[in-house]
């Protein structure tokens, strides 16, 4: 069998995902009951990542805002696994066995996602482009234009990941890995640094 092409990684490196004494990871398989009757079901899954991980934090007021701590931790953490998991879900290719997973790494200062799905090489091409598109950009000017994009109608916005970058400080990276037995699917990897608020 001939080996694969090497992987594509842009942005944070995922061999920098330090070993976690605290994770927790879940796993979806795309091929078992429709996808659009399991939307709610992922929905479901990113709260419940948000109340297990906000329980780690104590409840103690954080400078300058109006809830605490633990309940920042809850509604980010559950934002941002909705997000990757929106994003998955969509974009992986239907009919195959590869799961959709996500797995939560707890540290002291910063909560790592990482992601993973399998998709097609067109759509691979299409997320690469964007990823290329978004770390060449001043990350401001880049987050207004997309926003205009969406009130305007005029393409994709991908608001979900900027979001997560713009708006809660996170650093993202990314590797897109074609299989050596299937080259027309590519394994894509997405990882999130979130530190920890307060």
């Not at 070993?19 to 927790?24: G, H, R």
């Not at 969509?90 to 797995?103: A, F, L, W």
Request: net charge negative; hydrophobic share 40%; proline share 8%.
């Amino acid at each position: 069998m001939m080996p694969p092409p090497p992987a594509q990684t842009f942005g944070l490196s995922l061999d920098s995902i330090p070993a976690s004494d605290e994770y927790l990871t879940l796993h979806f398989s795309p091929a078992s009951p429709p996808r659009r009757r399991r939307w709610r079901n992922y929905g479901l899954s990113a709260d419940f990542l948000g109340d297990y991980f906000a329980a780690f934090f104590p409840g103690d007021q954080i400078p300058d805002s109006k809830i605490n701590r633990q309940d920042t931790v809850k509604a980010v953490v559950s934002y941002i696994a909705n997000e990757l998991m929106e994003n998955a879900v969509k974009y992986s290719v239907e009919g195959n066995n590869h799961p959709i997973s996500i797995t939560l790494h707890l540290y002291a200062h910063e909560i790592i996602f990482e992601v993973t799905n399998y998709t097609s090489t067109t759509w691979a091409a299409t997320y690469q482009t964007f990823i290329e598109t978004l770390l060449a950009a001043d990350l401001d000017e880049f987050y207004t234009h997309q926003l205009e994009k969406t009130a305007t109608g005029t393409g994709p916005s991908q608001m979900g990941l900027l979001t997560i970058m713009h708006d809660y400080g996170a650093k993202m990276g990314w590797s897109l890995q074609p299989l050596a037995d299937h080259l027309e699917t590519v394994k894509i990897t997405v990882i999130v640094c979130l530190p920890i608020p307060g």
